[in-house]
């Protein structure tokens, strides 16, 4: 028989979100009848935009005509794609060659880790989107989990104490470094400053940061960075990776980025766009041409309007959550809650209780899935993550019993 992939062996626990899903199936068993509002999982839930929808399907129309079908195109995406994307939101910062179409940001990140494979030092934001981690220790670069976490992975936590930008002098030479901005879960947003912190690091100590700019869109004040390209000194340090599925709505179109510099390079000075356009090509065939038609279609002027207004509906709902747990009766409980309008996620610490206790009793009480920080890594512990992808009607029917917990 062949041996397990050893990656596989190391990678411990239920991933998050099944976990989340059993303790809701549980609840239902008991509760057959009760009606649960969903806040947990960061999944859209807004129509596409009219616009965007009907330039694809008239863009599928027309493949089934002979002078507009197309087959496989380029694996690195539609020039003019790849050229809107860095007009659009990088002006001046990157060019159209060094944006690479993907089937989305997670799927990204999976192939960024055989482009460092198993031989490199990784640090993590802690709490953090789940995949950085996982994926390096399926692919072997994270070691053991010893139970306080992967031998291999050094966590910097990102706490209210340090207004959740992390002590980066922990962080060891050689080192991938994963950031993520706004934060999923914790919702904060790094400051130019402090990019420009990150990046004088990574640039000291031969570090790649792998910037994940997902939520850029839901960035309101307009002093804080949507690019870690805005910072100097990024473009020989950093990746990009960014999505349409959180602004646009493209969780089930999928239609994704990266940005690799052609500055950027490893050690023995082979520049990291040469290996990402071999990986891209090799390992990937393109994304949908439908989809990329979409994000064409989100890139127009109507487009924008589009997406902005979608988003600007996800926020005011983040309001309206935000204000409750601001209640008085959270307020009893110690509750201290973190929302600056500039993402999709409230973050909220119950001092002294566990996340998954705190995910039980709203659960039990008010009938409203969250998600336990704890999930996204020990520095999340005492945290819930409430997400505001729902309908409005649906976020204020669990905000109106979550002011009664
Ligand atoms: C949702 C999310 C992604 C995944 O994006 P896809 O393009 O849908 O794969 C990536 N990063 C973060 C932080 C996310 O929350």
């Known amino acids: 028989m062949i041996n397990r992939n050893s990656g596989f062996e190391n990678l411990t626990a239920g991933y998050l979100f099944p976990e989340v899903a059993r303790r809701r199936r549980e609840y239902l068993a008991s509760h057959p009848d009760a009606k649960i509002i969903s806040l947990g999982i960061g999944n859209t839930t807004e129509p596409l935009p009219e616009y ?49 179409i993907s089937d989305g940001a997670k799927c990204d990140i999976a192939r960024i ?70 934060n999923n879960p914790t919702g904060a947003v790094s400051t130019k400053d402090d990019l420009k912190k990150l990046v004088d690091f990574a640039n000291a100590n031969d570090c790649i940061i792998v910037f994940d700019a997902a939520y850029r869109e839901f960035i309101r004040d307009e002093k804080l960075p949507k690019s870690i390209f805005e910072i100097e000194g990024s473009r020989t340090c950093a990746i990009e990776i960014n999505s349409f599925s959180k602004p646009a709505g493209f969780t089930g179109v999928r239609l994704g980025w990266s940005v690799v510099p052609k500055e950027l390079k490893f050690a023995d000075g082979t520049p990291v766009h040469q290996d990402w356009n071999r990986v891209m090509t090799t390992l990937f065939n393109g994304a949908s041409n439908i989809a990329q038609h979409g994000g064409l279609a989100c890139l127009d002027k109507e487009g924008l309007a589009a997406m902005k207004s979608v988003i600007d509906y996800y926020l005011e709902n983040a309001a309206i959550i935000k204000k409750t747990f601001e209640g008085e009766n959270f307020k009893k409980l110690g509750a ?70």
């Open 336 to 405: 201290e809650v973190y929302f600056t309008g500039n993402s999709p996620y409230v973050w909220v610490k119950f001092p002294g209780k566990k996340s998954w206790d705190m995910f039980d009793s709203i659960l039990d009480k008010c009938r409203v899935v969250t998600t336990p920080g704890s999930g996204f890594g020990p520095g999340g512990e005492s945290f819930i993550r409430i997400s505001a992808f729902g309908h409005k009607e649906d976020v204020q029917e669990a905000c109106k019993r979550l002011a009664s917990f």
């Open 113 to 182: 880790q055989t482009l460092f494979g198993a031989n490199v030092k990784v640090a993590v934001q802690d709490p953090a989107y789940p995949v950085y981690v996982d994926g390096s220790v399926i692919v072997g670069a994270a070691g053991k989990n010893n139970g306080s976490g992967y031998e291999g992975i050094t966590y910097m936590p990102c706490v209210p104490e340090n207004n959740f930008f992390p002590d980066l002098s922990k962080i060891e030479k050689n080192s991938i470094i994963y950031f993520c901005s706004p």
């Open 52 to 100: 965007i929808a009907k330039k694809m399907s008239d863009y599928v129309m027309g493949l089934a005509t002979k002078e507009g079908y197309s087959g496989y195109g380029d694996e690195q995406g539609l020039t003019q794609l790849r050229e809107k994307i860095a007009q659009v939101f990088y002006p001046g910062l990157v060019s159209g060659d060094e944006v690479f």
